[in-house]
């Protein structure tokens, strides 16, 4: 199960204007920064709070953001970077990410994820933390068909979707996700995974491929998509954020360009 505050954010964001469907076989975003909106979470012993604000115009093409402080208190994390999107898809088209993670300080950053996660001692596949491919639909409330949803009644878990293949994206090969290293990426990097049901799970970790219904669901969900973008997580979760030790440096996030295909 995914982070209950990432749960709420999604029902904030659930509560805007329901935006009507235009068919397209290919779109490329545009990477203005007042388009996207970064979702920061802060924890502390008192308590969580999401903040949202807008990324930044790159004036040679994409848009970025700084990562929080992760060892400040409050605790600064990045969950989501998002774009509204008008599009029907079909399992047919492919997302396709250009990326990069920019050092901003004379010395080294260091990535750190949510410790919400279980990281370091979670799985090293996903720690310090990882980027991937995200998009949230607008289908109704399903739960009086699918009544053990892992979030109740409350939310549609199929209104999430995660890219969630094993391969690794790196500057040299394209990939489902990229795990995040002291320093930059040393250069662009490609998220690309196709819309096939069996390439992404949803808010309570079911593939789209598990079951006939779950994979009608995922159809559904990809003909109405509301938002585009990515989900920062980090040990066992895809989206409970991932923020920079300022200790060790600083770093930005920058998003080059975002499309279907």
Excluded at 198 to 225: H, M, P
Aim: hydrophobic share 40%.
């Amino acid at each position: 199960m995914k982070s209950t505050i990432l749960a709420i954010t999604f029902l904030a964001l659930s509560s805007l204007l329901f935006f009507p469907v235009i068919r397209a076989n290919a779109t490329t975003l545009k990477m203005v920064g007042s388009q996207w909106t970064v979702y920061d979470l802060f924890v502390s012993s008192t308590g969580s709070q999401v903040q949202a604000s807008h990324a930044t115009t790159i004036p040679t093409g994409g848009v970025e953001f700084p990562f929080p402080d992760s060892g400040s208190t409050p605790a600064g994390y990045t969950l989501e970077l998002l774009d509204s999107f008008r599009t029907s898809l079909t399992s047919s088209n492919t997302l396709t990410a250009m990326i990069k993670v920019v050092q901003t300080s004379a010395t080294t950053p260091v990535f750190q994820g949510n410790p919400s996660g279980g990281c370091p001692s979670s799985s090293p596949s996903l720690c310090p933390g990882a980027v991937r491919l995200f998009f949230e639909a607008n289908l109704a409330q399903a739960a009086s068909v699918f009544p053990n949803s892992c979030v109740g009644k409350s939310v549609n878990e199929y209104n999430f979707w995660w890219s969630n293949t094993p391969v690794a994206a790196t500057v040299l090969t394209p990939g489902s996700y990229y795990q995040f290293t002291a320093g930059g990426s040393g250069g662009t990097v490609t998220l690309q995974v196709q819309l096939d049901p069996a390439n992404w799970s949803d808010l309570c970790g079911t593939r789209g491929n598990q079951a006939y219904a779950v994979t009608q669901e995922f159809i559904a969900a990809i003909a109405k998509i509301q938002f585009l973008g990515l989900s920062f997580g980090s040990g066992y979760f895809f989206a409970n954020g991932v923020g920079v030790d300022y200790a060790t440096g600083t770093a930005n996030f920058q998003l080059i360009s975002y499309s279907t295909s």
